[in-house]
T-cell receptor, first 114, second 110 residues
């Protein structure tokens, strides 16, 4: 299966700890997106990359959040000093430039902060 | 006011029924529109794009009314496997980000 992959699928951490998630997009896709989804809500946009450039960040992405895509392939999302309010599903998506706005999502990383 | 609004449901229908979902969006500059399907604890999956002329894919029909900023999805002959949350999505106002509604939950019963 050559879809979007995310690792880990589940993460339980204690408040105050740092966590890092990884996303591997579909291989030829040059755009990569991060979203966050809480129970009963649709996904909310966090940030996106075109190749290695981070082109947009949501106001939801506080100073404790940082995302990178150093070689324009996989991406990492780090959350520092986690808070209980960070508990959510973190979804990664990718798309191909020139294919419009269609995005393909990975299975997500479910974060629980205790 | 949310940028994309949907009735959360749930819509509880028998197999074989026809069911319609509606969605409104607030940004008139939006350019692209989609319906995504999301199963419980799974990722959203693209169901179909929505065009002004309307489009149909098997039992699913989507329509867009730009003047009223309104999107609809019609499912005919509902199957048990259609049970899921349906997310209305808009995009394209100077950004590639997708803006999701909160979703409408559909339960199809035997």
């Amino acid at each position: 299966d050559t879809g979007v992959s995310q690792d880990p699928r589940h993460k339980i951490t204690k408040r105050g700890q740092n966590v890092t998630f990884r996303c591997d997009p579909i291989s030829e896709h040059n755009r990569l997106y991060w979203y966050r989804q809480t129970l009963g809500q649709g996904p909310e946009f966090l940030t996106y990359f075109q190749n290695e450039a981070q082109l947009e960040k949501s106001r939801l992405l506080s100073d404790r959040f940082s995302a990178e895509r150093p070689k324009g392939s996989f991406s990492t999302l780090e959350i520092q000093r986690t808070e209980q309010g960070d508990s959510a599903m973190y979804l990664c998506a990718s798309s191909l430039r020139g294919s419009g706005y269609e995005q393909y999502f990975g299975p997500g990383t479910r974060l629980t902060v205790t | 006011r949310k940028e994309v609004e949907q009735d959360p449901g749930p819509f509880n229908v028998p197999e074989g029924a026809t069911v319609a979902f509606n969605c409104t969006y607030s940004n008139s500059a939006s350019q692209s529109f989609f319906w995504y399907r999301q199963d419980c604890r799974k990722e959203p999956k693209l169901l179909m794009s929505v065009y002004s002329s309307g489009n149909e894919d098997g039992r699913f029909t989507a329509q867009l009314n730009r003047a009223s900023q309104y999107i609809s999805l019609l499912i005919r002959d509902s199957k048990l496997s259609d049970s899921a949350t349906y997310l209305c999505v808009v995009a394209g106002d100077s950004s590639y980000k997708l803006i999701f509604g909160s979703g409408t939950r559909l339960l199809v019963r035997p």
